[in-house]
């Protein structure tokens, strides 16, 4: 992939997941489909630092939700920045299977719970979490990072391996400015609606 590509790809990765992030969906659904999006872009793009990146895009997305929250930043950093550590170095030999990503999967969600909390108790300070005690944090543990684990690991992961396969060999298919021009289509379109909304 050219220079290019490699930054609408990875602008339109954040720009999907960050879609999924403006519907009412519940916490562990948005972890599971953000770990697909970090598996499929580090598919593509093995380069250490993408997925820091894809984070930073939904970031800025997420400003447009009418339910922002600076919480929801400190979730999807925790989540991108977990999986950059074990990405970088599970995938820096370059060896990818389905097996490794969700065990990836797996491990970012729990990593990146005790980020999280750290972040929006300490700080962050904000204040339904400093409140919340440790009782908010044990529910949240159950509610939300169980099964989003559990999601990530046995569904996402592996099939954002998958995906990221099978874009990874249209992509080599199919030459010229048609796959940035797509792929710059769909990022605008993605924008726009976030605009609107």
């Not at 969700?102 to 999280?116: D, R």
């Not at 159950?142 to 396969?165: D, E, R, W």
Request: charged letters at 10%.
């Amino acid at each position: 992939m050219k220079r290019l590509e490699l930054f609408l790809f990875v602008l339109i990765l954040g720009s999907l997941w960050g879609f999924f992030e403006m519907m009412a969906l519940p916490v562990s659904v948005l972890c599971a489909i953000g770990v697909f999006f970090l598996v499929l872009g580090r598919r593509v793009i093995n380069i250490p630092g993408t997925s820091i990146v894809i984070g930073l895009i939904v970031c800025f997305y997420k400003t447009y939700s009418d339910h922002f929250f600076i919480c929801q930043w400190a979730g999807i950093m925790a989540l991108a920045g977990s999986f950059e550590l074990y990405a970088s170095l599970v995938f820096k030999s370059g060896r990818q299977n389905i097996l490794s990503n969700a065990v990836t999967g797996i491990l970012t969600n729990i990593t990146a719970f005790p980020i999280f909390v750290m972040l929006v108790t300490f700080i962050l300070r904000e204040p339904n979490w400093v409140d919340g005690g440790m009782e908010r944090i044990i529910n949240y543990g159950v509610q939300s990072v169980l099964p989003a684990t559990l999601m990530s690991g046995l569904l996402t992961a592996p099939f954002g391996f998958i995906a990221g396969s099978k874009i990874d060999k249209l992509s080599i298919s199919l030459h010229g400015k048609l796959i940035p021009g797509i792929y710059l289509v769909v990022t605008a379109f993605l924008w726009i609606v976030a605009s609107i909304n």
